[in-house]
């Protein structure tokens, strides 16, 4: 527990900062473009790379690239390095090639995503936006792969830490638009060169990412040399594993596309109400597990490997309970605030300049529904490390397309009953429904595999959280009370008074009952917290 924890807390600050300098860069885009019609064309475009990405990479280095080069490392004589410079060669040609592909079809792409029509300027300018912002998938790819070398080698920091480098390019860029241009949501009169300086600034963020990577990389001891004897790159077995995770990231893609395709039908009958909303929202709702989640499962997923590969199931079991009361113990007050919290969070964030308070308020009521998915969300990603570390990648492809399926049919259902104004609203209480129950799914596979997950502890873990988190939540609830009561309307003051009192105080007194309550996961974070402060 220690060393997981210790891990955990070096890569945990490292995304923070990360997260807050990504918070201030969308608070910033919110502000220079806001969450209408050029909003989403913006977020559409953005979130395009990432998906591809997911569909050929991504995906694969979870499941398949970080166990093949543990591997590697384990029973070549040179270990490893001769296969990792082989897989970075591999991936630097490939996606090349794909970004170029990609950029010829933006419009097919974007046609692709959206409920738009062709002939609309806001598809135009998707597609503009696209195509100045799709380069960035060979730079991204490239990162990513030499992230997940050094993640193998225990090198967690850098990886860690480069997208905050990419945040403050981007967050430079969206200061100049903003100064640069003054009505730069309207888009019907937004330039091709406006539009060259947010895709390309969007892009010259990942560039500047992926070589702080590379130089990382480099700082370890990895001298990369273009190795082009791909006989050697064990493609057949990596395939073999491969193909149920690109199989998994395909369904979930699927899932995304419908999201993205009804979230935008939305935003034309309402506007402010589409894409923007949804992509805002889901991002906050992806900090918790950003920071904490992200940083314990890549921390645990190379232990684990070695763990299976060596047949110790013992240390597997408590590696991953270990795990997920480390998630649950942030996660659980965490995912009560944001359900009470919500438009007191986004208000502050994204109620400025070209976006509107009503529209930050939306942002926000999104963000409360997206609440109940936090928890189950983020056991569903550590169960599906239990399957990655025994090297089987099709179960995750059933668990996931049941997942995605629940997703889709719940999505189509709610879109249809509810009103526009809260059909995004719909859409998130979908996948918190959905992903709740993936996880149940997911638990009982795993646990057979494992001979066990310890999941009567684990329960009785978690009850004792949201025990020791129903204080934090009735302070948080008598706050909103108490400022609609005096402020009415919600605004900027009363929001920071809001969430100073329910989620500054509210957190410190969940630490404290937790603490009494002798919960071992929180009692080591005041512990650790406590020793640096007597330092």
């Not at 992509?279 to 900090?287: E, G, N, S, V, Y």
């Amino acid at each position: 527990m220690s060393r997981l924890l210790r891990a955990s807390a070096i890569m945990a600050a490292g995304t923070m900062v990360s997260r807050v300098t990504g918070f201030v860069r969308t608070m910033v885009l919110a502000y220079a473009i806001g969450t209408a019609a050029l909003g989403d064309a913006y977020n559409v475009a953005y979130a395009i790379p990432y998906s591809i990405l997911d569909l050929l990479l991504l995906g694969v280095l979870s499941s398949v690239v970080v166990p093949m080069i543990v591997k590697a490392q384990q029973r070549d004589a040179d270990g490893g390095r001769a296969y990792e410079q082989r897989l970075l060669t591999l991936a630097t040609i490939a996606l090349i090639v794909v970004a170029a592909l990609a950029v010829l079809a933006a419009p097919m792409i974007i046609d692709l995503y959206t409920d738009w029509d062709r002939g609309e300027r806001q598809f135009e300018v998707a597609v503009r936006l696209a195509q100045f912002i799709l380069p960035q998938l060979a730079f991204f790819g490239i990162g990513a792969v030499a992230g997940a070398i050094l993640n193998t080698r225990d090198r967690f920091a850098a990886p860690m830490w480069a997208p905050v480098v990419n945040n403050l390019v981007v967050i430079c860029v969206m200061v100049a638009y903003a100064i640069i241009v003054s009505n730069g949501s309207d888009v019907d009169a937004v330039t091709n060169g406006e539009l060259a300086l947010l895709g390309l600034g969007t892009t010259a963020g990942i560039v500047a990412q992926a070589t702080v990577l590379v130089i990382a990389l480099k700082r370890a001891g990895f001298r990369f040399v273009a190795r082009f004897d791909l006989r050697n790159a064990r493609l057949g077995e990596m395939a073999k594993m491969g193909v149920w995770t690109i199989g998994y990231v395909v369904v979930t893609q699927l899932g995304f596309l419908l999201t993205t395709n009804l979230a935008s039908a939305a935003g034309d009958v309402v506007s402010g109400h589409g894409v923007s909303p949804y992509t805002l929202a889901f991002q906050l709702f992806q900090l918790p597990y950003g920071v904490v989640g992200v940083s314990v499962i890549t921390a645990m997923l190379p232990r684990m490997s070695r763990a299976v590969a060596e047949g110790r199931f013992d240390e597997v079991r408590t590696e991953f309970g270990s795990s997920v009361r480390l998630i649950g113990a942030v996660m659980v007050p965490v995912s009560l605030l944001l359900m009470v919290l919500g438009p007191a969070i986004a208000v502050p964030l994204y109620g400025h300049g070209a976006n509107t308070v009503a529209n930050a308020v939306y942002i926000g009521n999104v963000l409360q529904v997206y609440g109940l998915a936090l928890v189950p969300f983020a056991v569903f990603q550590l169960l599906l490390r239990v399957f990655y570390s025994f090297g089987d990648t099709r179960t995750p492809v059933f668990v996931g397309a049941g997942t995605t399926a629940v997703n889709a049919a719940l999505m189509v259902l709610l879109y249809n009953l509810l009103p526009a104004r809260y059909a995004v609203m719909g859409l998130a209480l979908a996948y918190a429904i959905a992903y709740a129950l993936g996880a149940l799914l997911a638990w009982v596979l795993a646990s057979r595999r494992v001979g066990g997950l310890g999941g009567w502890q684990v329960c009785m873990s978690m009850t004792r959280m949201y025990l020791a988190a129903l204080p934090t939540a009735v302070l948080a609830l008598a706050t909103v009370w108490s400022m609609q009561e005096i402020f009415g309307m919600p605004g900027f003051l009363d929001s920071v008074i809001t969430l100073a009192v329910g989620g500054g105080l509210g957190m410190i007194l969940y630490l404290w009952v937790a603490h009494r309550a002798r919960i071992p996961e929180v009692s080591s974070v005041v512990g650790m917290v406590a020793g640096r402060v007597r330092r």
